[in-house]
């Protein structure tokens, strides 16, 4: 398990065999999921799981595990993913996060991705960083304010039905 940042509070590090249960139940909780299309099934999330450790593996970065270190709990993930899908500002490389809600209101979304930004720019030797969700997720738009990104515009993902509420999306960027 190879830590790749470490805050006053959190390990962002590699997966570990024993998160893989927290992972599911976190893709699988109401309010985590709210604002995405579905939950995942287990073996979705199995499936997820695996390719995210493999990114990290290959590239060196993407959605990192979180750990509480006073806990030593898996508390969901923060990190850094290539822009794949067609749109105006790909390529590009996003930062985003998913906790747990029992974490959540801690500020270990915020600590972690200004570790993640500082990352970027340092290790990665990125200059630019977007983060997007859907219009009504306000706590994820508020950690990107947190973190000292600019709202750019609304946009309809291109991944989300054209008739499906969550739809339209706001961006943030970041210069480093």
Not at 35 to 55: D, G
Not at 119 to 135: A, H, R, V
Not at 141 to 167: S, T
Request: hydrophobic share 40%.
């Amino acid at each position: 398990m190879k830590t790749f940042i470490e805050t006053d509070r959190l390990i962002i590090r590699q997966y570990k065999d024993s998160d893989l249960a927290a992972f599911i139940a976190m893709n699988q909780d109401d309010q985590v999921m709210e604002f995405f299309l579905k939950k995942l099934t287990p073996e979705e999330s199995t499936e997820a799981y695996n390719r995210i450790k493999n990114k990290i593996d290959q590239n060196g970065y993407g959605f990192f595990a979180v750990e509480e270190k006073s806990s030593g709990s898996f508390i969901g993930f923060v990190g850094l993913l290539d822009i794949t899908f067609d749109v105006d500002f790909a390529p590009g490389v996003e930062i985003g996060w998913r906790m747990l809600p029992q974490f959540w209101g801690k500020g270990y979304a915020t600590e972690a991705a200004i570790a993640c930004l500082a990352f970027g720019k340092e290790t990665l030797g990125l200059d630019k960083i977007y983060s997007f969700t859907t219009t009504s997720n306000l706590r994820s738009a508020n950690v990107m304010q947190k973190i000292g990104m600019k709202y750019v515009k609304n946009f309809n993902h291109p991944l989300v039905p054209a008739d499906h509420p969550l739809l339209e999306h706001v961006l943030y960027e970041i210069t480093l």
